[in-house]
């Protein structure tokens, strides 16, 4: 029994020294992995005079531009956003706007988006969302465009916490008018602070989006209808299925009535759900007229 004390102790030890070797090369290895990945990249405050700077002039220098005041550099587009390319007038700017309206001039490339509908702020935030994506999943080519910052000072994002200085710098442009003097407050590690437009445009993004996603459910719950028109017949509906009932679907959106014809399983009808002149609420197909 003594002599296998020495035994029993000596395996404990070695299986306690494997255990620790074990440990060490984890976190050895950890650490290697760590030290070589890409940092993440840290977005920062971008100052209006900054951002008109970077234009693509001379040839190879950077060219930025602003879309709901986040900044990107998209000099991998150079054809595009350089100074004899077709969309130049997008670069050194936050021309959010003219990104829905197509208005180029100077009045239109701004960054106000006062007056436009939930819908047409949805779509700013998909042109926004180009931006920040690198290629989709179907295929599309990476475009090698990053984020750089938020535009600080003027119509989207506040310079500083609680200070409300932003406003001072607001014309009818929405753009900022500090000039040089706005670069001292560039900073690494900016963190996003949303004036009141950026929270009313995020908010109507928000009820856009839920709109999309219920006239979506509907479509699949009341599909559309067939529809073809001749010049001597005029314009006739009628169900795919045979069995359902068309009916003029009326729907509203931002206030402005909507209607297409979808099809309904039952007879019903009423305000919103429109019988078609001359058709009677069992009819599977209804004339349009000429």
Known sequence: KTAGTPLMFTGLLLVFLWGAAQ????????????????????????????????????????????????VFDVSSGAKHYGPNGGYRFFAGQDATRAFHTGDFSEHGLVSSVHGLGDVAMLSLEEWAGFYRSDGDDDGDEKKGYKQVGYLVGGYWYEEEAGTGESSEYLDTRGTGTRGESQDSVTRVGYTPIPTQNKRLFDAAVARARVAKAENKARATTFPACDSKWTSANGGEVWCPDGRSRPRKEVTFSAGKEKTRCACFPDDAFSDTRRLYPGCGNTATRCSTGK
């Open 23 to 70: 440990v060490w090369v984890r976190v050895s290895t950890s650490r290697a992995l760590l030290s070589t990945e890409t940092p993440f990249p840290v977005l920062r405050a971008v100052t209006h005079s900054e951002l008109a700077r970077n234009v693509g002039d001379p040839p190879g220098s950077p060219i930025w531009v602003s879309i709901t005041g986040q």
